[in-house]
C-alpha cells in the first residue's frame, strides 16, 4: 500500500527566506505527483503537478522537483511571503488506479515578519 | 463563476441520524470524489464516481454512501453506522479520462460535520 509522508510537519520562518518542503512515498510506480495549497478550513489548491517522465515544474516562486527512484519529491519556495502562510500537501497519483490519489499529511508553514 | 460548491459549511448532527452533504459542480466534470480530512492528518478517499450513475468505494467507505444520478452533483450521506463522523469533508471534482495525463483535481470549500 502507498504511504506518503512529509517531513517536517511544521514549519516557521522569517520573510524572505528560501525553503524546502520534502514528500515520500514508499510505491516507486506513480503516474504523477502533485503539490496542492491549503489555507485554514478551507479547500485545496493546485500549484504544481509532476509527471513521474519529469524531473520538475516551476510556478513562479515555486519549483518541484521528482526523484521517483528514490521515492521523494520537494518544493522549493523562493524568498518566502507572509501570504504563503498555508499547510501544504503532496499527493501521488498511482499507476492503473484512475485519477486515485493518496496523499501526505501535510507541513504546515508560516512565513513571519 | 465555475467551480465547486459544498453545503452547509458547518453541519451539527446528533449521534444516529444520517446527515446528507451536498456537493454540486458547473464545471462540465465526468469525475467526483468525496474525501475525509482528520486534524493532523492527510486526505483520505472515501468514494469516487468517474461518471455518471457509477461510483466505487474508496479507502474508508464504511458508513458513507452516495449517489450520482446528475453529472454535476455527488451528495454524501454519513450515515448512523459510521462510528466517528466528526471531521472535515472535502468534495473534489476532474475531467477524469478525459483530463489524460494532467487530469487535476478541484477542491470545494469544505464542510465540517460535529457530532453532538
Known amino acids: 500500500k502507498q504511504e506518503v509522508t512529509q517531513i517536517p510537519a511544521a514549519l516557521s520562518v522569517p520573510e524572505g527566506e528560501n525553503l524546502v518542503l520534502n514528500c515520500s512515498f514508499t510505491?516507486?510506480?506513480?503516474?504523477?505527483l502533485q503539490w496542492f495549497r491549503q489555507d485554514p478550513g478551507k479547500g485545496l489548491t493546485s500549484l504544481l503537478l509532476?509527471?513521474?517522465?519529469?524531473r520538475e515544474q516551476t510556478s513562479g516562486r515555486l519549483n518541484a522537483s521528482l526523484d521517483k527512484s528514490s521515492g521523494r519529491s520537494t518544493l522549493y519556495i523562493a524568498a518566502s511571503q507572509p501570504g504563503d502562510s498555508a499547510t501544504y500537501l503532496c499527493?501521488?497519483?498511482?499507476?492503473?488506479?484512475?485519477?486515485?490519489?493518496?496523499f501526505g499529511t501535510g507541513t504546515q508553514l508560516k512565513v513571519e515578519l | 463563476d465555475g467551480g465547486i460548491t459544498q453545503s452547509p459549511k458547518y453541519l451539527f448532527r446528533k449521534e444516529g441520524q444520517n446527515v446528507t452533504l451536498s456537493c454540486e459542480q458547473n464545471?462540465?466534470?465526468?469525475?467526483m470524489y468525496w474525501y475525509r480530512q482528520d486534524p493532523g492528518q492527510g486526505l483520505r478517499l472515501i468514494y469516487y464516481s468517474q461518471i455518471v450513475n457509477d461510483f466505487q468505494k474508496g479507502d474508508i467507505a464504511e458508513g458513507y454512501s452516495v449517489s450520482r444520478e446528475k453529472k454535476e452533483s455527488f451528495p454524501l450521506t454519513v450515515t448512523s453506522a459510521q462510528k466517528n463522523p466528526t471531521a472535515f469533508y472535502l468534495c473534489?471534482?476532474?475531467?477524469?479520462?478525459?483530463?489524460?495525463?494532467?487530469?487535476?483535481?478541484?477542491f470545494g470549500p469544505g464542510t465540517r460535520l460535529t457530532v453532538l
Open positions: 510505491d516507486s510506480a506513480i503516474y504523477n
Open positions: 464545471l462540465n466534470h465526468d469525475a
Open positions: 473534489a471534482s476532474s475531467m477524469g479520462r478525459a483530463g489524460g495525463d494532467t487530469d487535476t483535481q478541484y
Open positions: 509532476i509527471q513521474s517522465s519529469q
Open positions: 499527493a501521488v497519483r498511482l499507476t492503473g488506479g484512475g485519477n486515485k490519489l493518496t
